[in-house]
């Protein structure tokens, strides 16, 4: 009996764990595309920038 509630509770923990590890690597996600948008803006802007001189 034991062993079936360490077991469920394991899955529990590991279920949770997994869905915070998702949160986490969703919002690095967003945060890297957020980056990377920025940087293009910022290349875009010094090209044309360029273009004018």
Request: aromatic residues 12%; without cysteine.
């Amino acid at each position: 009996m034991s062993e079936d509630l360490f077991k469920e509770a394991f899955l529990e923990a590991r279920e949770e764990a997994a869905a915070e590890y998702k949160q986490e690597i969703s919002e690095m996600g967003m945060a890297l595309e957020k980056f990377f948008n920025n940087v293009l803006e910022t290349i875009s802007f010094n090209e044309k920038e360029l273009m004018k001189h």
